[in-house]
């Protein structure tokens, strides 16, 4: 029914910047936040990025100073904006939209950024 689309991934070398985007097909209603996770060969998925309704953020700290999360109302986007990228920010990006009623998150299907040293 809604399909959630990631854009802006691809191949940077590292210390360059990338703006990943989370664009939805439809409406999505009661939206609560949005969070970019990412998920690296051998290692489990991470929570990097989240805003709230409110618009309040928050990071993980490996991307504290580096990553920033904003939104287009308009546009009914979430960019994660990427700078001073590193090697081991190289990882499938995804988006998650939680929203209150079912399914109660609706999952992209990933964009991949590759940071070569």
């Known amino acids: 029914q809604v399909q959630l689309v990631e854009s802006g991934g691809g191949l940077v070398q590292a210390g360059g910047s990338l703006r990943l985007s989370c664009a939805a097909s439809?409406?999505?209603?009661?939206?609560?936040?949005v969070t970019w996770y990412r998920q690296a060969p051998g290692k489990q998925r991470e929570l990097v990025a989240l805003?709230?309704?409110?618009?309040?953020?928050n990071v993980v700290d490996s991307v504290k100073g580096r990553f920033t999360i904003s939104r287009d109302n308009a546009k009914n986007t979430v960019y994660l904006q990427m700078n001073s990228l590193k090697p081991e920010d190289t990882a499938i990006y995804y988006c998650?939209?939680?929203?209150?009623?079912?399914?109660?998150?609706?999952w992209g299907q990933g964009t991949q950024v590759t940071v070569s040293s």
């Open positions: 805003i709230r309704r409110s618009g309040s953020t």
């Open positions: 998650n939209v939680q929203v209150l009623t079912k399914p109660y998150d609706y």
């Open positions: 439809g409406t999505i209603f009661n939206i609560q936040a």
